[in-house]
């Protein structure tokens, strides 16, 4: 099969550029746990991706698939597909790394996880730090994830810092409220670029998205299907995939339903990162430029909202930054 259209790019608050739609890379597992069975299926997505026409794929520390991101980059670049500018390579700082004398270490053992020498966008997983150490999730004798307090206006500062040492081209923060991101947006010497969000036609997140913009903060959208393999997805019930309204959408469309998703992303200005591990489905999910929702489709999508989080990140409740 050919590979499709290079997707939209949009300029950034610092003047980079970010391709519309990314490759998602989290594999639903419990937080910071990986299977055996995970191993290689995310370096066989980002080669497929990029073949199909991707630019743009969103890792973590966390997921614990960073050498595999950096390998099927490397091959590609290596065989003459792609350069190294082509592509846009975001990955995040996880909780255990928010002390300001972490933050470098950090970033620099996720560059050496993809073998690269600098990231397109480094971003603040969470606004929540846990205990600083090895530990993806450090657990006291109740069982209870152990907290610090760094405040996250000094975590941010450290990762100014990145970006003048020219580790990574931008900085941006993930699953901020609108409080964190004005307090932010007030303090920083370098704006966050983006907030990375859950986003979906459930979950639509107007406000938000209304905030961002106003402040010039692009918002990446996570989960845009609702994450319906994750262990804390809520979304067993009535999976987003399968709601009759989205796939009526699609069907005047000839598109499917996750198509109709990722496009209304795309219009509402967000930049959506779906996960597939599946060629035919990366595919599907990349093929959404040839066709444009009418302000009726997205007014009818928009209307499914119910505020409904499938990500509610309970490891974190009881921290005074816990954001939802
Ligand atoms: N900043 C944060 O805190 C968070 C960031 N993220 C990021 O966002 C990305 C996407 O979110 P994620 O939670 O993974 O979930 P998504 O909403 O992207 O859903 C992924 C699931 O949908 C399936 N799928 C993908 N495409 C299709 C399709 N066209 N039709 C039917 N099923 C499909 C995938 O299956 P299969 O792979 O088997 O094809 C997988 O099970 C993550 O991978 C990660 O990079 C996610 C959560 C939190
Ligand atoms: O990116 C993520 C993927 O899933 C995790 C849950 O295990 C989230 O906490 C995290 O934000």
Redesign the pocket.
Known sequence: MPALRPAPTVALNDGTRIPVIGL???M?NPLGRRLESDVGQVEQAVLDAIDIGYRHV???LLYQNEEEVGRAVRAKIAQGVIKREDMFICT?LWNNSHHPDAVESTCRKSLSNLGLDYVDLYLM??PVAFRDGDDLKPLGPDGKVLFSHVDILDTWRAMEQLVRKGLTRSIGV??FNERQLRRLMDHCSIRPVVN?V?CHPYLSQAPLLALCQQLGVRVVA?????????DWSLGKVDRL?DDPTIAEVGRRHGK?P?QVILRSLVQRGAIP??????KS?IR??FDIFDFELSAQDMATLEALNKNRRM?PFLEGLGHPEYPF
């Open positions: 998602g890379t989290y639903g969103d890792g973590a995040k997983h969470w993930s699953n990375q859950e996570y989960s845009p299907f609702g994450s319906p393999e994750s995939l499917t996750g990162i779906p996960k597939s591990v599946t489905r599907e999910n990500c």
